[in-house]
């Protein structure tokens, strides 16, 4: 694996290192929220409707506010960010100390937590490209993949055994901590100033509210008629809306494996143990010309990986193996989609961009949270998670037949991302 631009560029590395200390402590809110919510009503709707009640705040926040990002000291919205993302994780400690706090409270401080948490996101992905050299995003955004699949591991492996061990309080609290350090490691970083644009323009001239609209789809717009750029979304999306099945973790913890808080957060891990594997020995992915046509074959093998959890029945090394298979595909599939997209956006678009990526990347399990809950609730857990790998196998197949262009793009070719 390549570390160069975490020896060679020192602000690349301290926002790595930030980004990884925020979501590892993320992690364990994640299955926290989960967690409580199915203690809490025993309905796997309801932890399915988690995923609805942070999609709202995360589309509000990461469409409406992605002009600011190319507007903006982006190192001063990032801290913003995550100064919010604290005070949600403050917002469900607090209500914790309750053995039985009103539903409300932990689903309006999960809905904080996606808000400011995706806007932290779309801050950091527009800053990356312009912390490394072109030569180094490629790699660049391969450790990204690697330190957020590790925080995935860990942060899930973690949250689970301290709710065990220790409880709900202390898992918000491990949250609150590693924001307190993130904060403090954004003030070593120098000052992200973006460069001259119409959105500054906008918003220096008081016409935010006129025309900032116009800048908020502008991204939209963008993709019109880019229709390989706007497959890689689609691609994503059914992926993660067909065959992400983590609300079923917790129902499935106790009805399929007999288990605790522990096995919700083996689940959660699993995938990303297999995505760091996968992230891990890319070190083949920058030699891959037809990047379209991995990102179809990427998606069909998570497709795969879902469908052979869903059927490993009380199996638990088998469902995690799967797990993790469907997590190497979808690293491999993140990398490609990733570097199709920048390489392909001018940089004073790329806070606008970045809303559209994060509302997809982080929008799309939020609402696979919501299809996978209401779907067990009218058949079964199970019957959910195989129906779900078989619509994304199914899925992106078709769109690489409407979208022939997306596989035949490749990277040595500028041409092809017009086809």
Known sequence: MDTTPLRAARDFRLLWLAEMVSEAGSQITLVALYVQVYAITDSVAAVGLIGLVQFIPLALTTLVLSPVIDTYDRRKLLLIGQIGQAGAAVVLLVASFSDRPPLEIIYLGGALVAGFGGFSLAVRSAMTPNLVTPEQLPAALTLNQVMWNTCLIFGPAIGGIVIDQFGLVWAYGIDVATFSFTILVCFLIHPQLPIKTDAIEIISNNNFIKKGWDQVFEGFRFLRGRKILQATFYADLIAMVFGMP????????????????????????????????????????????????????????????????????????????????????????????????????PDDLRGRMSGVHILVVAGGPRIGDVEAGLVAA????????ITGGLACIVGVLVLAVKVPGLVRYRSDDPKSIDA
């Open 378 to 385: 009218l058949t079964s857990p199970t019957i959910s998670v």
């Open 246 to 345: 983590r609300a079923l973790f917790p129902v499935l913890a106790v009805t399929q494996f007999d288990s605790n808080s522990t096995i919700v957060g083996l689940l959660f891990a699993a995938v990303s143990v297999g995505a760091l594997i996968g992230a891990l020995s890319s070190g083949w992915v920058s030699r891959v010309k037809r990047q379209g046509l991995a990102v179809v074959w990427s998606i069909v093998i998570w497709g795969i990986g879902i469908v052979g959890f869903g059927v490993s029945g009380s199996a638990l090394g088998l469902a995690l193996f799967f797990l993790a298979l469907a997590g190497a595909a979808d690293v491999i599939s993140a990398v490609f989609r990733n570097t199709i997209l920048q390489v392909n956006v």
